[in-house]
């Protein structure tokens, strides 16, 4: 017996586009909390800030916001994991015609270009406040150490690399954990980007002496 063929009602064919439009919104809310939280952190303070002010700035209610976080600590680890997000299509988005140490600093630079100094130093503070803040902060690094190397492997995949970009990608690391502690000890006198800059050249002058 010959296969009925199905044909697809209205219904069934605008489900992909409903999905994807929920998608989008979900998306475009969480951004929106998210943001809503970090301007009302940078200016009330953290402990100041209730979830209620960030849902009212957010326009949603809240259950809408517990919908999307169950705290206020939620917000800010978001707000970290979209950071390695953002550095790996950064990374990827560079000429392959640098060094890998060059392509990461240079990645970190173009981040920095849209940075709001004020808004990240008021985070950073935030972040060193309280004993579990700081151990999520200094996680950040790790899983930045851990991006690095996965997104130069997608980019140099042979193997006998592999050493070499680990090496790239914990040093980089380190290079970006001093430039920020360094540009949070000056209270944003300088420009994070300096501070980046500062500190893979050193790796560089280090490297040509070895």
Not at 14 to 22: A, E, L, N, T
Not at 47 to 56: H, Q
Not at 160 to 187: C, F
């Amino acid at each position: 017996m010959d296969a009925i063929p199905v044909i697809a009602t209205g219904m069934e064919q605008d489900r992909p586009k409903q999905q994807g439009w929920r998608e989008k919104k979900r998306r475009e809310t969480l951004q929106r909390i998210t943001d809503s939280a970090l301007r009302l952190f940078a200016s009330n303070g953290y402990e100041a800030t209730t979830l209620d002010a960030i849902a009212e700035a957010a326009g949603i209610s809240r259950r809408t916001f517990f919908y999307y976080f169950d705290s206020k600590e939620e917000i800010l680890a978001a707000w970290q994991k979209g950071l390695p997000e953002a550095f790996h299509a950064a990374v990827l988005a560079q000429s392959k015609d640098q060094s890998p140490l060059d392509m990461v600093c240079n990645a970190h630079l173009t981040l920095l270009a849209n940075f709001d100094a004020e808004q990240a130093m008021a985070i950073d503070r935030i972040l060193r406040s309280n004993e579990q803040l700081r151990a999520s902060n200094q996680a950040k690094y790790l899983l930045m150490e851990q991006v690095t190397f996965e997104v130069l492997c997608e980019i140099w995949p042979h193997q006998p690399r592999r050493e070499t970009l680990r090496v790239v990608a914990m040093v980089s690391a380190g290079a970006l954990r001093l430039a920020i502690d360094r540009w949070a000890e000056g209270q944003g006198s300088k420009a994070l980007a300096d501070y980046v800059k500062e500190s893979f050249a050193a790796l560089r002058s280090l490297s040509a002496e070895t």
